[in-house]
């Protein structure tokens, strides 16, 4: 694992209480992940799982991957596949967002000041925002 990489797992660790990391594959996942309320989706909190790309930071993570399952109004949300085709390494079946950091990918030598993998699961609430 990188500095970096290890650097900012323990920024997201500050954040959110836990997390948990696998180094074959790059992958991170988050337990109970915050779903903005009043809206109808069928979990106030899911897990959610994301895989760290090769060429990271150069290249941002794509997708954020959630527990089967997952209906927004009664139905399965746009832009999202069940089965994910790649499937983390995590117990269970995992269906997968399409999703994209949006706000311009700027890293930075210091992680607190450019982009950085806290970002990224910081805008996965935007996605459940947007409702279906």
């Known amino acids: 694992m990188s500095d970096r990489v290890r650097e900012e797992l323990e920024l997201l660790r500050?954040?959110?209480?836990?997390?948990?990391?696998?180094?074959?594959?790059?992958?991170?996942?988050?337990?109970?992940?915050?779903i903005p309320s009043g809206l109808p989706w069928n979990r106030q909190t899911t897990d959610v799982c994301f895989q760290i790309p090769v060429g990271y930071p150069g290249t941002p993570p794509y997708g954020f991957y959630v527990p089967a399952g997952i209906l927004y109004d009664g139905s399965p949300p746009n832009n999202y596949q069940e089965p994910a085709q790649n499937s983390p390494p995590f117990q269970g079946a995992w269906g997968i967002f399409s999703w994209s950091h949006d706000s311009g990918w700027l890293p930075k030598a210091d992680i607190r000041t450019g982009s950085n993998l806290l970002n990224v699961v910081r805008t996965f609430k935007d996605r459940f925002s947007e409702g279906r």
């Open 14 to 34: 500050r954040n959110y209480s836990e997390v948990e990391y696998i180094e074959s594959g790059q992958w991170v996942k988050i337990k109970d992940y915050p």
